[in-house]
């Protein structure tokens, strides 16, 4: 396998050894016997981050903004956030209320809060309150559904509230009460 193939299989499989495993797994076995270094690698995910930003400008598509968090989330720095954050305004309206708890996840984070996962914490652990600020806005905005009907759907919005909550008296956020009643009854 040559680097240029590498570089290919790497991009194809989103910059995750998971899914070239699991997908190309003869490319896998042959891509760990190069060694490459984690610097190269960092430059492909830099690329391949690159690329799903400017895919969202063009189509909107909310699970690029996903595939893109996946791989920006281990570099956790300001620059990368804010490429995020674009992305984030840039998805396309109107989207059903699984896409939206699905964005809100990645926003809030899909492990336990413990583990400091999400964008959230990723913005106030580099000392970017306001963004974190920001950020919850934008989850409470997502997980605001009126009228939802599924009932999977709801118990799930309804645990990313109270997370929500936690979060906003875990970091200071300082939103007001009546501001956070648009979004859903305390």
């Known amino acids: 396998m040559t680097t240029k193939e590498a570089r290919d299989i790497y991009m194809k499989s989103d910059c995750s050894y998971f899914v070239m495993c ?3 797994y003869t490319s896998y076995i042959e891509y760990k016997k ?3 270094p984690s610097e190269l690698e960092n430059f492909w995910k830099d690329e391949k981050i690159q690329a799903l930003a400017v895919e969202i400008r063009l189509n909107g598509d909310y ?3 996903n595939k893109m968090y996946d791989i920006a989330v281990e570099f956790r720095d300001y620059e990368k956030l804010r490429i995020l954050l674009d992305a984030l305004r840039r998805i396309s309206e109107p989207l059903t209320y699984k896409q939206r708890l699905s964005i809100a996840e990645t926003i809030l984070g899909r492990k336990h ?3 400091r996962s999400g964008m959230i914490f990723w913005a106030y652990d580099i000392g970017q ?14 997980l605001y559904m009126p009228g939802m009907s599924e009932a999977d759907c709801e118990k799930k919005v309804q645990k990313a509230q109270k997370l929500c909550k936690r979060i906003i008296a875990e970091l200071g956020l300082h939103f007001s ?9 305390f």
């Open 22 to 24: 699991t997908n190309y």
């Open 113 to 115: 809060p413990k583990v």
């Open 129 to 142: 309150k306001g963004i974190a600020i920001l950020l919850m806005d934008l989850a409470l905005e997502c």
């Open 177 to 185: 009460n009546r501001y956070l009643m648009h979004y859903y009854n």
């Open 34 to 36: 190069l060694g490459l």
């Open 63 to 65: 699970r690029l903004f």
